[in-house]
C-alpha cells in the first residue's frame, strides 16, 4: 500500500516538475524570471491558454499561406480592329466589301470551359466556331465578315458558355 501511494506522489511530482519546466522554457523564451512570477492556478489557465491561442495562431498563418487563392469566376470577351487595337473597326462597308475583327476569348473559370462564339448580322448568323480554353488560356482568330445591302446594319458577336441556351457576352458593331 505505502509503494502504490509513493508511486502515485512520484507521478504527481514528475507532472508538476515537467510542468514547471514546460513554463519555465516558455518563460525563459519570453524574457521573465520564473522566481519573479507568482505561481498558482491562474497563472497556469493564463498561460495555457496564452499558448492555445499562439498556436492556434500558428495554425491560421500556416493554412492561409498554404491555402491557393481562388478568385471569382469570369470570361473575358473582346472584339480588336484589324490593326490589333480597340479602334479602327470596320463600320463604313460598301456591298460585297470585306471587314475584319480580331476576336478574343480569356478563360479565368479555374477550369476547362466549352465556348461557343456565334456572329449575327441583322439577327441572322453568319458564322460560328466552338473552342475550348483552359484556365487562363487566351484565344484570338480574326474574323471576316461581307457588306451586305444598303443601310446600316448590327453585327452582334455572342460569346455562349459550354451547353448554355442564353449567350454569356455581347459586342455589337453598327455599320
Not at 42 to 70: G, N
Not at 126 to 141: D, M, P, S, V
Request: proline share 2%.
Amino acid at each position: 500500500m505505502f509503494e502504490y501511494r509513493e508511486e502515485q506522489v512520484i507521478a504527481k511530482h514528475l507532472i508538476q516538475l515537467s510542468f514547471y519546466s514546460f513554463l519555465s522554457s516558455f518563460y525563459f523564451i519570453l524574457g521573465l524570471n520564473l522566481n519573479m512570477v507568482e505561481k498558482n492556478k491562474l497563472d497556469r489557465v493564463l498561460t495555457v491558454i496564452l499558448l492555445i491561442a499562439i498556436i492556434t495562431a500558428l495554425v491560421a498563418t500556416v493554412y492561409v499561406i498554404i491555402t491557393p487563392k481562388h478568385g471569382e469566376e469570369f470570361t473575358e470577351f473582346y472584339i480588336l480592329g484589324p490593326s490589333g487595337k480597340a479602334a479602327d473597326y470596320p463600320t463604313d462597308l460598301s456591298v460585297g466589301e470585306c471587314g475584319e475583327v480580331i476576336v478574343g476569348v480569356v478563360n479565368h473559370e479555374y477550369k476547362n470551359v466549352s465556348y461557343l462564339f456565334r456572329a449575327r448580322l441583322e439577327n441572322r448568323t453568319i458564322g460560328e466556331r466552338r473552342f475550348q480554353l483552359a484556365h487562363n488560356e487566351t484565344l484570338e482568330f480574326p474574323f471576316i465578315f461581307t457588306g451586305e445591302g444598303e443601310g446600316r446594319k448590327k453585327l452582334e458577336f455572342l460569346l455562349f458558355k459550354e451547353n448554355q441556351t442564353k449567350y454569356l457576352i455581347e459586342n455589337s458593331i453598327f455599320g
